[in-house]
């Protein structure tokens, strides 16, 4: 009988390597463990929660279970996502167990699953997650109004319900709807070009759009879910709105504001929060001159400031505004190019948590040109991350079980783990999470 008790770190990521590799016999076991997952024999380990004294891991893996039951039993997408959510979900806690991460995350593909129920044309790959569909826009800017709430009883919305019921039935962890914000909902059914050029010529007309999306879907898509589960919380993702993509000006006055305005008298306000804003550097930046364009994207970033860092007021606006978005923790980002220094001090000052985010380019296979180099250079930031969290850890008033039995990510947070992630770069970094010694709680958080 197969235990995945015998794959505690790092022996499912060694499993992970060989079948991405395709050894002899990986495959097979492969099998068995996943025969076993969706089978429910490990449904009493999924309930174990993570250590409270610890700095924990998260991943986002749907992609990665993707490719691992595709392989193994030729599922494709629609299936995957749709069908049957005890393999959903078994398939998606076996590859986090196996990776060695010891705080579950469940996700799904959010961006399309939240416009797919609006009517929008989606794609559906065989072995790639959904999207929708470029070329075949839902709305443009003389139909955007007629846009009207969709049911939230069936379709998408219902398969959402029901991968999270399995969820908490086998972890114990709240629900957690995961949703676009009203901006990254917009790029995706009126377009990502015709968004951006409204932003910059018509940002009254964007404005309304967002909160009409706000009021009409989204709004009402996170009532259905409290309704639904009254101990829930509610992540929206607004990647499309980020600093790096519009500016830090137009996150705030559009992508945040929609956010504020479509949390007004919202009773559960407090369980929703957005966490991946990326691009904070922006903030930082002074006119680029030719010369730092040549030297490269982080040579120029270590040239945008000012003044230091921690004192910088346009950060620092960005900071609040992000934090009236996200009052549950600190989120730092790769693509925020920002050192973790920063957000320690915010993290402390605020008496947040802090998580930092491993991004999918990181870690991925295809992009290392010198893997050593690579290999020796994950180690430094993951040691300098994990003992910046525990920091943070020791700093802030904590609840006594350091919100291990709460659904978001904390605290090395893997933003994308796919079939061309590096393991390598995966077992560096858990290492470090590993080694890190248990922390002595601050007298209020210990209470």
């Known amino acids: 009988m197969t235990k995945i008790e015998e794959y505690a770190f790092p022996k499912g990521l060694d499993l992970l390597r060989r079948w991405q590799a395709e050894e002899p016999g990986a495959k097979e076991e492969m099998r068995q463990v996943f025969d076993a997952a969706i089978a429910g024999e490990f449904d009493a380990n999924f309930a174990v929660k993570a250590d409270p004294n610890r700095v924990n891991s998260v991943a986002s893996v749907h992609m990665l279970a993707l490719a691992v039951l595709n392989d193994l039993y030729g599922i494709e997408t629609r299936e995957y996502y749709h069908e049957d959510p005890y393999r959903y979900v078994r398939a998606n806690l076996a590859v986090s167990r196996l990776m060695g991460v010891n705080k579950f995350y469940i996700t799904w593909a959010l961006y399309a699953w939240t416009c797919e129920p609006l009517g929008q044309v989606m794609m559906y790959p065989d072995k790639f997650p959904p999207g929708a569909d470029p070329d075949q826009m839902l709305i443009n800017k003389e139909n955007w109004r007629e846009l009207t709430t969709p049911d939230f009883t069936t379709g998408v919305p219902q398969t959402i319900s029901n991968i999270l019921r399995v ?60 309704e639904t589960f009254p101990n829930g919380w509610i992540e929206l993702s607004d990647a499309s709105g980020s600093p790096f993509f519009i500016g830090p000006e137009n996150c705030k006055a559009m992508s945040i504001r929609s956010i504020r305005h479509m949390l007004e008298d919202k009773p559960y306000a407090d369980r929703v ?144 783990v796919n079939l061309h992630s590096q393991f390598d770069l995966v077992e560096i970094i858990l290492e470090e999470v590993y080694n890190s010694a248990p922390y002595r709680l601050t007298a209020q958080a210990a209470e």
């Open 167 to 226: 969820h908490e039935e086998l972890t114990g962890l709240p629900p957690l709807l995961q949703i676009s914000a009203p901006y990254s909902l917009a790029a995706d059914i009126y377009g990502q070009e015709p968004l951006l050029a409204d932003v910059v010529h018509d940002p009254d007309e964007v404005n309304a759009l967002l909160d009409h999306l706000g009021d009409v879907v989204l709004g009402p898509w996170m009532d259905h879910h409290i």
């Open 273 to 416: 929060f957005d966490n991946n804003y990326r691009g904070d550097h922006v903030a930082l930046a002074k006119p680029k001159t030719r010369g730092s364009r040549r030297r490269g994207r982080r040579a120029a970033v270590a040239e945008e400031a000012q003044v230091p860092v921690n004192e910088n007021p346009a950060l620092l606006s960005l900071t609040d505004a992000k934090v009236s978005v996200n009052p549950v923790f600190i989120m730092r980002l790769d693509a925020d190019l920002v050192d973790i220094s920063f957000y320690e001090e915010q993290a402390k000052a605020r008496n947040l948590p802090l998580t930092s985010g491993i991004g999918s380019p990181q870690i991925d296979r295809n992009s290392i040109e010198d893997l050593d180099a690579t290999k020796a250079a994950t180690r430094a930031q993951a040691r300098e991350h994990v003992a910046a969290i525990r920091r943070v850890c020791e700093a802030v008033d904590l609840p006594s079980d350091n919100h291990v039995g709460m659904p978001w990510p904390s605290h090395i947070y893997f933003e994308d």
